[in-house]
């Protein structure tokens, strides 16, 4: 029955799991100024590049707009083709690379126009390469937590700097997601101590839940398998048992 709630788990998170396919803005002059003919040049390389981004040749897209870059370095399409390569990077699966891409991006240019943009993109990639059957690992695989980790920190600081972007919402959304995650490997490893008698560290793991993701939805679970632990802990904390069930 447990692994069929975790196989259960892991279906609802690769179905609620955004689409890999990079959603281009179709992002074009930054003004409606004339464009100088170097301009104009470059602006036709940025569409080609978009053509072959939209296709889902990523490697063809990769190549035009580092070609691009090369070519026109100071043109304004010089910026948003270093965006567009980290689109076809997470296009083709490649995460990590588009994450420490678009983080670039946001460090170098923190006041460009799709500076929110490439912050989301960044935490999204991390949530796509974030292992999604981590928290059936035992405890000694607990360093393949630290994806998770790092993805709420990221989630984290783009809602504390772009708290009205137009991707807040998705965000949210995301770290919700991702507490949960981490949640749940909080009580599997719970269980796993609890049903080899490790009640000390049942007692860690389940007071984590409550301290740390209250609200989830698995905070009476938690109250009541601490409760029980407590009473298995030598001395047993009886007091404490109590409160917990009549909370």
């Keep these: ?71 026109h370095p100071y043109s304004r399409y010089a910026p948003l083709a270093e965006l567009r390569i980290a689109d076809a990077l997470f296009g083709q699966g490649s995460f990590l690379e588009a ?33 999604s059957d981590f928290f059936l690992f035992p405890p000694s695989y607990e360093k393949d937590l630290e994806p998770i980790r790092e993805l709420t920190g990221v989630l984290e600081r783009f809602l504390r700097t772009y708290p009205d972007s137009r991707y807040a919402p998705e965000a949210r959304e995301l770290l919700a997601k991702a507490r949960r995650r981490l949640a749940l490997h909080e009580l599997y490893v719970a269980d796993f101590y609890r049903r080899r008698g490790h009640w000390r560290g049942a007692a860690g793991r389940l007071e984590t839940v409550l301290r740390d993701f209250s609200g989830l939805g698995f905070d009476a ?27």
């Design 221 to 247: 679970r938690a109250r009541v398998e601490l409760a029980e632990a407590y009473a298995h802990l030598d001395p047993p904390r009886l007091d404490d048992a109590r409160r917990l069930l009549e909370a």
């Design 99 to 131: 994450a420490e891409r678009y983080r670039t991006f946001v460090k170098l240019r923190p006041t460009h126009p799709e500076a929110d943009y490439a912050a989301y993109r960044e935490a999204l990639s991390l949530y796509r390469e974030a292992p």
């Design 1 to 71: 029955m447990r692994r069929l709630f975790a196989f259960a788990v892991l279906g609802l998170f690769a179905c609620a799991a955004p689409s890999p396919r990079p959603r281009d803005r179709g992002a074009g002059p930054v003004d409606e100024a004339p464009q100088s003919p170097e301009e104009a040049k470059a602006a036709r390389a940025y569409e080609r590049g978009l053509e072959a981004l939209r296709g889902g040749e990523y490697q063809l897209a990769i190549g035009r707009f580092e070609a691009l870059r090369t070519r």
